[in-house]
C-alpha cells in the first residue's frame, strides 16, 4: 500500500502536553503527523513521484519470489490460475497504477495548498 496512516501517542510542541497524532506515510516514509486534539500539522518534505516509482518497482522486482512462494505452496492450484492471470495482470497492473497515480497527484496537490497557506 503507497498511503497509510497510523495513530501514536506523542508529545504536541502545540499543545505541550501527549496527545493522539495522526502520522501518515507513503511508501512507509513518515509524510506528515497532525495532533488530534489542536489539529497542528507538521508536513514533510518528500519527493512523491520518487517513492511512487520506488513502490512501483519494489512490486514489480518482487514478483517472482511471490510467484515461487505461491508454487511451492500448492503448484496446481498454481499452474491452473496461470492462464488467467496471465490474461488479467496487464489490467489489474493498469487499474493499480492509475490508482496509485490519482492519489500521488492529489497528495502532491494537497501538500502544495499546505505550503500556499503557510506562506500567507
Given at each position: ?41 507538521m ?70 495548498q ?7
Amino acid at each position: 500500500m503507497l498511503f497509510h496512516d497510523e495513530q501514536a501517542t506523542l508529545f504536541c510542541m502545540h499543545c505541550q502536553k501527549e496527545t493522539l497524532h495522526d502520522i501518515e506515510y507513503m511508501n512507509e516514509v513518515i509524510s506528515g503527523i497532525e495532533c488530534e486534539e489542536c489539529h497542528n500539522k507538521m508536513s514533510i518534505d518528500i519527493d512523491a513521484m520518487k517513492q511512487f516509482y520506488h513502490y512501483l518497482y519494489e512490486r514489480l522486482v518482487s514478483k517472482p519470489g511471490r510467484l515461487t512462494e505461491e508454487a511451492r505452496q500448492d503448484f496446481s492450484r498454481f499452474l491452473a490460475s496461470m492462464p488467467m492471470r496471465i490474461i488479467s495482470k496487464p489490467v489489474r497492473f493498469i487499474n493499480e497504477y492509475d490508482q496509485m497515480n490519482k492519489e500521488v497527484k492529489k497528495y502532491v496537490s494537497r501538500v502544495s495548498q499546505d505550503e500556499e497557506l503557510d506562506e500567507e
